[in-house]
């Protein structure tokens, strides 16, 4: 499943510049050294393979680049801005990496490790929206109204019970193991929720099924810290939470299926199965981090304070973000008449572009901070997110949009934070619990919004109330949240620390 080789062949005027240039190693993408033939191989970067060569053809240079890209299932993602780069030499030389990569330059393990752990992205957000996305139709089909609409949603976030396990486990004997397990396990048991006979069956089935995605969610975001250099960490998240929008997308895209008839909304449980190709690629390939493989301090105690203010952190912003997601296809159901196909049509159209946003909060996390990102983008992504529950037509979907690509400049900034403030010891255990908060605060906006619905209250109303959490988020981060952008893990949590002469990683911290 690696990519193929690929060759860059460029012609120079063979003059003192022009050789002074193409002779001098590469600092860029790619680290390189000359080796014993002449040409020059690679010393650090992404590839699997590399190799470049330059010779003399009737008065020219031709520098023929061959290389072989690691990346796993998002190699084809990075084929054209990685050919552009090995394409391009300026007169002037800049020794850093070009402006789309991580602002470190990643060797070949952490390349491998980022392509798989998209790929578990994907897998774990289908199994996170699924039923998000079906239960509208579900709940229909078995006559279920807003309450008990907004109860199985709850309920549902209340499996988180089941991960909290798997996260101190995976702080004892591993996160590959780990991770593997949840891999299988929640495409499977979710896929059995296409033969519920009832709506309270179909709830149990993704009780246990979305926790189990839940669970592989924070810990790819625990090896994303463990793996990555310091001042990459949030783009690396970034890149987790667009594969994960490329996963919740297919679920959307499936969603069309549902309008085959009564029952259809079956046929989208079983596509869960595919992720199944995920799991065997993480089985034999994900290594384990080097930072868990390192000897540390078992299972220290979780530093409350820190604890305590991402807990409300979660918490708020959760109140928020839960019922305004999973109350838009009713929304849109029931106020603006769309199909099961629009619904698609506008989740695809407002979301999946707004995955840019992620893009832009990841560089701009890593590069400038974190903490004054979130205060500028979550009141900007809330209020937008709002007005789409207020507006109709073209501004409905421009509002939809620009809180979707705002509220992505935002997330990694508060993802990465999550990872970052405890150490190897407990950093599972922190981030499944953490994932717990969210969740709680996530079913206290769902339970408000659904009696809210239930007594004729308007969305717009509704919506703007749960949005007040998102003023706590703010204030908790600016008042209480360290930075934490170009800092190692070891700098963050000194009881990581590795003694003096001790060799602390093949990774930069």
Not at 177 to 195: D, E, K, S
Not at 262 to 286: E, K, M, N, S
Not at 292 to 314: K, Q, S, T, Y
Not at 378 to 392: E, M, R, W
Request: aromatic share 8%; charged share 15%.
């Amino acid at each position: 499943m690696f990519a193929r080789e690929k060759t860059v062949t460029r012609r120079w005027p063979d003059d003192p510049d022009h050789r002074r240039i193409i002779d001098a190693p590469r600092d860029d993408l790619v680290v390189e050294h000359p080796d014993a033939d002449g040409g020059y191989v690679q010393e650090q970067g992404p590839f699997r393979s590399y190799r470049r060569d330059v010779v003399t053809d009737g008065g020219q240079l031709v520098e023929t680049t061959r290389y072989r890209l690691t990346i796993p299932w998002f190699a084809w993602l990075f084929a054209l801005p990685v050919r552009w780069t090995l394409q391009r030499r300026g007169a002037v030389h800049r020794a850093k990496p070009p402006w789309w990569a991580p602002p470190d330059r990643i060797d070949e393990r952490q390349a491998l490790v980022l392509g798989l752990l998209a790929a578990a992205s994907m897998s774990s957000a289908f199994t996170n929206t699924l039923f998000t996305q079906t239960a509208q139709f579900a709940a229909d089909d078995f006559g279920v109204g807003d309450t008990g609409f907004g109860n199985a949603m709850s309920i549902v976030r209340l499996g988180i019970v089941i991960a909290l396990p798997l996260a101190a486990i995976a702080d004892r004997v591993g996160r590959q193991r780990v991770m593997r397990f949840a891999a299988w396990a929640a495409p499977l048991v979710c896929a059995a929720g296409a033969l519920a006979p009832s709506f309270p069956v179909l709830v149990a089935t993704q009780s246990v099924g979305r926790p189990l995605g839940l669970a592989l969610d924070f810990l790819i975001a625990v090896v994303v810290a463990e793996e990555m250099p310091r001042n990459s960490r949030a783009y690396a998240v970034s890149v987790m939470a667009m594969a994960a929008g490329l996963g919740a997308g297919i679920a959307v895209m499936a969603l069309p299926l549902a309008d085959l008839g009564p029952g259809a909304w079956r046929l989208v449980y079983l596509v869960t199965l595919i992720w199944l190709a995920v799991a065997v690629d993480i089985t034999r390939r994900l290594p384990e981090t080097a930072r868990f493989e390192r000897p540390h301090v078992i299972a220290p105690p979780i530093d409350r304070g820190r604890f305590a203010i991402l807990a409300v952190v979660a918490v708020c912003a959760n109140f928020f973000v839960a019922p305004a997601s999973a109350f838009q296809n009713r929304y849109l159901d029931e106020v603006r008449g769309f199909s099961a196909s629009q619904i698609a049509l506008f989740t695809l159209v407002t979301a999946t572009p707004a995955g840019l946003g992620l893009v832009v909060g990841g560089k701009l996390a890593d590069i400038r901070g974190r903490r004054h990102l979130i205060a500028v983008t979550i009141p900007i992504a809330t209020l937008l997110i709002l007005g789409s529950f207020v507006v109709a037509g073209a501004p409905m979907w421009f509002a939809a949009f620009g809180g979707g690509f705002v509220g992505g400049i935002a997330y990694p900034a508060l993802a990465v934070y999550r990872a970052e403030l405890f150490p190897t010891g407990n950093r599972g255990r922190a981030a499944g619990m953490l994932t717990a908060a969210a969740l709680l605060g996530g079913i206290g906006g769902l339970q408000l919004v659904g009696r809210l619905l239930d007594r004729d209250a308007s969305y717009g109303a509704v919506i703007g109330l749960v949005a007040l959490g998102q003023i706590v988020v703010v204030i908790v981060v600016l008042r209480w949240l360290p930075e934490t952008a170009h800092r190692s893990l070891e700098d963050l949590n000194p009881e990581d620390a590795a003694p003096s002469g001790t060799d602390v990683s093949p990774i930069s911290p």
